[in-house]
């Protein structure tokens, strides 16, 4: 049977059948959004929601769904305002068009990332929602011939009881596309949510449980050809002559081309092609190359901390403070470069026209990518179209400041004209090896306690490569600081008469650097909470009540603290290990893109020697909590994935070569090291912030906090050894 | 040509025979679900079943499952284990990214199918070879639990 062709006028009603209702609305703009966001229409029309006549009701995510539940928690908050059933919603990925779906936290780029995503649309997918709703409403009133205000919403119902008449949000829709755009909306008040702060399931897990959901990895398209490139051994490097007799005779691969950043070959499958690439004879010129190891990086720093750097906070007079202190507590530590490690290794599909390009990928950045791609190409950003899939993970790096794979993508697609569309796929080993990491760190930390043991003065300078600089954030580099650099320390938020806080930003390190899950506070939160945590002991206090008494001025930080020492029953004596084992608990706090998390973390050493992280208990203070099951489901991903880090987590160079390249020397936490994970969330009626990455940070600290109550060492270098705790 | 059964169907797959099973799938036939995530038996993203075993498709040469039964996520559902797994995997929400579940979820298959009231040791052991980036670890744990309950 063929389907006969549909004619205009049919595909438009056709059309108007699907998606009766678009709304096109008028959103203010937060006022906290940047300023930049002045100059690029913030109150152009957005599009959140569209009601079909069968009843659905698609919500259009701006975010990624990355994992942490974005396209749920955006829904929630639609669903909330326009009162559907949860089991109508559904929800579709937006695409590239920053006039719509910018990030209003990012004055007018569209992207995901920094814990954004609900900060930024909770009122703006509230307004979509109640304004449908008004839309709804008022279509039933004129239908019916009844006042709006004895129309009520439930559950996907709309009802006007006098009359017992009712219809679906579906049976409306064509009918509230008519109604004019309200000009106001009043929004619930937080006592009438029926899925806010409830429960409404993930939209994801049936796809996600049965093979069907689509990443950038199952993206097939006709005549496509998949490219497994050969990488640099060493950053900076390039190509200087290459044979490709052996590639081009594996069977499958169809074409062997130079790119900027390596050779590609292609293929018509994945197997292939990586046989291909492996049959590959390169020779690189490494005359521009890095070739610094970690040993000698790490040198470098210290070297570098000798000297004072930018200074990025400074209170009081903390020179004198250091004059001449009753006591004086010193410590430094070493952070080393962390690969993200998704389990999606990256990849990107494009595809090519003279006109136009076309990508299919776990999109992160759509902005700078749109922006990137097209200047590449010669083209204008809206020339580029971006498909924004499910990413199998990303903690940061689909976020690329340099769209580097994605240009690396489109650069192979140029290199053969174009000519049929192209998967790239990076190999785990690429994905490990070729780069953007987490920066290394060195920080020396110095407190100086008066007569009375009282916490007077605080040195901490940090020395890491930026992030910011050189990408297109590099204006927020300001006095040659970088805030994310020193974003958890800059801000300390104790009670400290006298403290300083500054920077050195080391030139001439090649590694390529990105955010990674948390940023800056990976690892100014380990290092200020542990070396906090010192200074209690000295002062001969219970940790808690150290941290609480600085923090008078701090009621968000206070009110976790308490709530997680609470839960975990601090101040009771931990119950005894078995026979040679020590056990230890310890505590953290900390802030970060304005969500508040402590942690209380139990250990065991056993006999063995071997470490055992028994129990996390976390207290959570995110605003009004959206969706408190995604909290928990977050919080307890963070604690596994901090734990990584700080057990196993390292990318170290030798001679410039990356040694790490798949799990086995890189290796995420499995099932037998998970703790238990406890999550009390406290009850705010805060505007809601992120949860994606906020309980990262305070694992770390906390657990290597609990060590030192269990065996006096206190480990600064990560991730920890166990030769370090023995 | 190698021939194979793969959810049921008797398939016959034109190939080098040292091709791994997973790009097989993938490539080839489009079951996509299987997903590939470290290509050397480290992660178990690519667990299927052969002849009812958990192995990595990843290091699994397609010679290696001619004439065999092959089970995918895609099919696993039509089994009552699989059922239970997928809608004690549904009931707890335990997928983030979800790139690394297929795999998670076969390997919780394999348990059930041999130990219908596993044990939480049992379940790191069977489910040791499966990384979960996300660290959904305790929900996957949960999950087990649950279905092996629905199971009885
Ligand atoms: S992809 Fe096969 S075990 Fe990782
Ligand atoms: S859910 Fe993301 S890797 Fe497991």
Redesign the interface.
Known sequence: MTTPPIENASRRRFLQGVAGLTLALYLPRPASAAPQAETTAPFAPNAFLRIGVDNSVTVISKHLEMGQGTYTGLATIVAEELDAAWSQVRVEGAPADAKRYANLQWGGAQGTGGSTAILNSWEQMRHAGATARAMLVAAAAQRWQVPAEEITVSAGVVSHHPSQRQASLGELATAAATQPLPTAVKLKEPHQFQLVGKVAPRKDTAEKSNGKARFTQDVQLPGMLVAVVAHPPRFGAQVKEFDASRAKAVKGVVEVVQIPTGVAVLAHDTWSAKKGRDALTVTWDEERAFKLGSDEITARYHELAQSPGAIAHAQGDPDRAFAQPARRLQASYDFPYLAHAAMEPLNCVVQLQPTSCEIWNGEQMQSVDQMKIAAQLGLEPEQVTLHMLYAGGSFGRRASKDSDYLLEAVSIAQAIAGRAPVKLVWLREDDMRAGYYRPAFHHTLEAALDAEKQLIGWRHRLVGQSILAGSPFGARVNNGVDPISVEGAANLPYGIPHMRVDLHTPQGIEVPVLWWRSVGSTHTAYSTETFIDEVATAAEQDPVAFRLALLTQQPRHAGVLKLAAEKAGWGQPLTQGGAGERRGRGVAVHESFGTFVAQVAEVTLQADGKLKVDRVVCAVDCGIAINPDNIRSQVEGSVGFALSALLHGAITLKAGVVEQSNFHDYAPIRIHEMPAVEVHIVASSEPPSGIGEPAVPPLAPAVANAIAAATGKRLRSLPIQPADYA | MITLTINGQTTQVDA?PD??LL?VL???L???????????A??G?CTVQLDGQPVRSCVTPLSAAAGKRVV???GV?SEAVGRAV?EA??QL??????????GQ?MSAVALLTANRQPSDAD??TA??G????????????AAIHLAAKSLV
């Not at chain 2, 489009?30 to 050397?40: A, E, N």
């Not at chain 2, 499966?130 to 996957?140: D, E, G, H, S, V």
Request: aromatic share 10%.
């Open positions: 080098d091709t791994p790009w993938r490539d080839t489009h079951l996509t679900g299987t997903k590939y995530s470290c290509g050397m480290l992660c993203a995918t996520i895609e559902g997928q995997w549904r929400d335990v997928v983030q990214c979800g790139y690394c579940q297929s979820i379940i790191d489910l040791g499966n990384i979960c980036r996300c660290a959904t670890y305790l929900r996957i744990r």
